[in-house]
């Protein structure tokens, strides 16, 4: 008889899924960090007393939409002019009314981009700004006429 060599060609597979199952966790611990380091998820910079106030938000809330007052922005990217036209109950241009607009980020935590505004019609109001950068923005528009005040924010892509 002549002796076999026994050749055990699968040893090392078990220790391949182990080594796969490693590098796994590791990019998947390495994005947990990257994730929770990056943004606070945040977007007011005192959450939790506007929580305690919640009530004094939606009175807020509830005065601005019985004025029934309505603001319609729009961005002219070739002449980088961001115009905001506002209307009264009756869809009439509101006269008299003083327009403060900011532009923000919402995945960012950076400066806030004020616009000066100045009327240019009856109801209507522009304002020049150089954007930083291209994309989502959350114009907040803010008109106060006769002591009533009227805030509203909306997303708009602007390039």
Same mark, same amino acid.
């Given at each position: 008889?002549?002796?076999?060599?026994?050749?055990?060609?699968?040893?090392?597979?078990?220790?391949?899924?182990?080594? /796969?199952?490693?590098?796994?966790?590791? !990019?998947?611990?390495?994005?947990?960090? !990257?994730?929770?380091?990056?943004?606070?998820? $945040?977007?007011?910079?005192?959450?939790?007393?506007?929580?305690?106030?919640?009530?004094?938000?939606?009175?807020?809330?509830?005065?601005?939409?019985?004025? /029934?007052?309505?603001?319609?922005?729009?961005?002219?990217?070739?002449?980088?002019? $961001?115009?905001?036209?506002?209307?009264?109950?009756?869809?009439?241009? $509101?006269?008299?009314?003083?327009?403060? !607009?900011?532009? !923000?980020?919402?995945?960012?935590? &950076?400066?806030?981009?004020?616009?000066?505004?100045?009327?240019?019609?009856?109801?209507?109001?522009? /304002?020049?700004?150089?954007?930083?950068?291209?994309?989502?923005?959350?114009?907040?528009?803010?008109?106060?006429?006769? &002591?009533?005040?009227?805030?509203?924010?909306?997303?708009?892509? $602007?390039?």
């Amino acid at each position: 008889m002549t002796p076999t060599t026994h050749v055990d060609r699968g040893r090392h597979i078990p220790w391949l899924f182990v080594a /796969g199952f490693a590098i796994v966790f590791a !990019v998947n611990a390495t994005m947990i960090g !990257v994730a929770v380091g990056s943004f606070s998820g $945040l977007y007011t910079p005192k959450p939790r007393d506007r929580g305690l106030h919640y009530n004094e938000v939606i009175a807020a809330q509830q005065a601005r939409d019985a004025l /029934g007052w309505r603001v319609e922005p729009s961005w002219r990217p070739d002449s980088e002019n $961001l115009e905001v036209a506002v209307f009264d109950r009756a869809g009439q241009p $509101l006269a008299g009314a003083q327009v403060a !607009v900011a532009l !923000v980020r919402p995945a960012e935590k &950076g400066a806030v981009v004020g616009v000066a505004m100045t009327a240019v019609a009856i109801g209507r109001h522009a /304002g020049h700004v150089t954007l930083p950068a291209r994309g989502n923005w959350d114009v907040d528009i803010s008109v106060e006429q006769g &002591g009533q005040r009227f805030a509203q924010t909306r997303r708009m892509f $602007l390039r």
